[in-house]
């Protein structure tokens, strides 16, 4: 048995392509360009799991989004508004923070339930439960007498900062738990099967090849292509934990940890990881009102510069350092940047994009393109595994720092995948029988920072 590792790309072409063979310390044969998303995987490195069924911890920041809302009719202030007048209000759905002592001293800015229409700077002088606390109007900059108009019903209030006395003592603390997600590893075993005889013949039209050799090469493509297909595609019963926003109409149904896996005609527990694409599916949220979107439905003639700015504004609200994202792309998405940056067919008719030439990155192995949108820029990736009619128009931009590939590696498969030779040994077969063997999960946290477009 040995034990495979990725080799180094070295960025010459050359090179890369006369490693046709696969060779016990190499797992070669598939250029990064063919598989990108799994080589970029590979190239983070492996997490080692202790189980085959593993969970994680995602920590969605408290401050990214903290407001609670009025949860009653109109509420009027104890004279005319003005700074130092209160109000007994109840509320709720609180959003980044908790509603008891510590937030008390919290100020406060109150707007419609809209969050357009501004009323007006407020302080928590007190919080009697969950579901009610006192408010002091501190003053409003749009009014000549600083007076805050009454409030209503679904009004939002959000969290500035907070504001304590001169001798006060420190507030009560609040924190939150992390969230708990999981995922499987999966077995992916790529078998390969040859007689003798046939070994012992060399093949005719590949000069010094037996079909041995030939197989190996064959298979461990397809292992390898399979290995990406799953990262994206795969599925896992029960789902991996979060809020199915995308599961149905409506959505929102929270997944609870299952282990619940299917089993196969000797009823041996399957396990099966769940991909990229099918996460972002079940937990992602498509509607374009909402702030949080990450899951686009778009049509190639009716994409203009509106959906694009929008739609890129929230591409990168998760935004790396640098302001660059990798974009996945299927063979039509790929193209499709092209057809704006000649402003085809498009509204309005002199709407273009920038996309750069394609050129070739000695760190990854493959060739990129730049895309410049108004709010960060995209290196296009042309995905050639997504040519069929399913994801041709798909164009995946992730958000790495919340991907890893996990493994738990054994006695017999320290690496992320094995090669095994002449396997078959009972009653001396007059064959030769070969394995190519991987145990690979991903660990997906913050899917809301991973987005699909889907182009038709």
């Given at each position: 048995?040995?034990?495979?590792?990725l080799?180094?790309?070295?960025g010459?072409?050359?090179?890369?392509?006369?490693?046709?063979?696969?060779s016990p310390?190499?797992l070669?044969?598939?250029?990064p360009?063919?598989t990108?998303?799994?080589?970029?995987?590979?190239?983070?490195?492996?997490?080692?799991v202790?189980?085959?069924?593993?969970?994680?911890?995602?920590r969605t920041?408290?401050?990214?989004k903290?407001?609670f809302?009025?949860?009653?009719?109109?509420?009027t202030w104890t004279?005319?508004?003005?700074p130092?007048?209160t109000?007994?209000?109840?509320?709720?759905?609180?959003?980044g923070?908790?509603?008891?002592?510590?937030?008390?001293?919290?100020?406060?800015?109150?707007?419609?339930?809209?969050?357009?229409?501004?009323r007006?700077?407020?302080?928590?002088s007190?919080?009697?439960?969950?579901?009610?606390l006192t408010?002091?109007?501190?003053?409003?900059p749009?009014?000549?007498?600083?007076?805050i108009?009454?409030?209503v019903?679904?009004?939002?209030?959000?969290?500035?900062?907070?504001?304590?006395?001169?001798?006060?003592?420190?507030?009560?603390?609040?924190?939150?738990?992390?969230?708990i997600?999981?995922?499987s590893?999966?077995?992916?075993?790529?078998?390969?099967?040859?007689?003798?005889d046939t070994?012992a013949?060399?093949?005719?039209f590949?000069?010094?090849?037996?079909?041995?050799?030939?197989?190996?090469?064959?298979?461990l493509d397809?292992?390898?292509?399979q290995i990406?297909?799953m990262l994206?595609?795969?599925?896992?019963n029960?789902g991996?934990?979060?809020?199915a926003?995308g599961?149905?109409?409506?959505?929102?149904?929270?997944?609870?940890?299952?282990?619940t896996?299917?089993?196969?005609?000797d009823?041996d527990?399957?396990s099966t990881?769940?991909?990229?694409?099918?996460a972002?599916l079940r937990y992602?949220?498509?509607?374009d009102?909402?702030?949080?979107?990450?899951?686009?439905?778009?049509s190639y003639m009716?994409?203009?510069i509106?959906?694009?700015?929008?739609?890129?504004?929230?591409?990168f609200?998760?935004d790396p350092d640098g302001?660059?994202?990798?974009?996945?792309?299927?063979?039509?998405?790929?193209?499709?940047?092209?057809k704006?940056?000649?402003?085809?067919?498009?509204?309005?008719?002199?709407?273009?994009?920038?996309?750069g030439?394609?050129?070739?990155?000695?760190?990854v192995?493959?060739?990129?393109?730049?895309l410049?949108?108004p709010?960060g820029d995209?290196r296009?990736?042309?995905?050639?595994?997504?040519?069929?009619p399913?994801?041709?128009?798909h164009m995946?931009?992730?958000?790495?720092k919340f991907l890893?590939?996990?493994?738990?590696?054994s006695?017999?498969?320290k690496?992320?995948?094995?090669?095994f030779?002449?396997?078959?040994?009972?009653?001396?077969?007059?064959?030769?029988?070969?394995?190519?063997?991987?145990?690979?999960?991903?660990?997906?946290?913050?899917?809301?920072?991973?987005?699909?477009?889907?182009?038709?």
């Amino acid at each position: 048995m040995a034990t495979f590792k990725l080799a180094q790309v070295s960025g010459v072409v050359y090179e890369d392509q006369r490693d046709f063979y696969p060779s016990p310390e190499f797992l070669s044969r598939v250029l990064p360009s063919s598989t990108p998303f799994i080589s970029d995987m590979f190239a983070m490195g492996l997490d080692t799991v202790p189980d085959i069924d593993f969970k994680c911890g995602e920590r969605t920041p408290s401050w990214r989004k903290q407001y609670f809302n009025i949860n009653g009719g109109t509420l009027t202030w104890t004279a005319s508004g003005v700074p130092g007048d209160t109000c007994a209000a109840t509320v709720d759905g609180p959003v980044g923070i908790v509603i008891d002592s510590s937030l008390v001293g919290a100020e406060v800015a109150i707007y419609d339930s809209t969050s357009t229409t501004f009323r007006g700077i407020a302080f928590v002088s007190a919080v009697a439960s969950s579901t009610a606390l006192t408010l002091k109007v501190i003053g409003n900059p749009t009014s000549t007498t600083h007076l805050i108009s009454a409030m209503v019903d679904n009004d939002r209030i959000y969290v500035i900062s907070s504001a304590h006395g001169e001798v006060s003592e420190a507030p009560d603390a609040f924190s939150t738990n992390p969230t708990i997600v999981w995922n499987s590893l999966q077995h992916k075993r790529t078998a390969l099967e040859v007689s003798m005889d046939t070994i012992a013949s060399a093949m005719r039209f590949v000069e010094g090849q037996n079909k041995l050799s030939e197989l190996r090469t064959d298979k461990l493509d397809e292992h390898k292509i399979q290995i990406q297909r799953m990262l994206l595609d795969g599925y896992r019963n029960g789902g991996i934990g979060g809020v199915a926003y995308g599961a149905a109409a409506g959505g929102g149904t929270s997944d609870s940890w299952a282990a619940t896996h299917i089993t196969d005609a000797d009823s041996d527990r399957v396990s099966t990881t769940m991909g990229l694409r099918n996460a972002i599916l079940r937990y992602g949220i498509s509607d374009d009102a909402n702030e949080d979107q990450n899951v686009f439905n778009r049509s190639y003639m009716d994409y203009g510069i509106s959906e694009f700015t929008d739609d890129s504004l929230k591409w990168f609200s998760f935004d790396p350092d640098g302001g660059v994202k990798d974009a996945y792309c299927g063979v039509e998405a790929y193209a499709f940047w092209s057809k704006l940056d000649r402003a085809y067919g498009m509204t309005p008719a002199n709407f273009q994009v920038k996309v750069g030439d394609s050129t070739f990155d000695n760190k990854v192995g493959y060739h990129v393109r730049m895309l410049e949108t108004p709010n960060g820029d995209l290196r296009l990736i042309r995905m050639n595994d997504w040519r069929d009619p399913r994801y041709k128009g798909h164009m995946l931009i992730p958000t790495k720092k919340f991907l890893k590939l996990a493994h738990k590696p054994s006695e017999d498969l320290k690496g992320a995948v094995g090669y095994f030779p002449d396997i078959k040994k009972d009653n001396r077969p007059l064959l030769q029988k070969d394995e190519y063997h991987s145990q690979l999960g991903l660990k997906i946290t913050q899917v809301q920072a991973q987005s699909l477009v889907k182009f038709t």
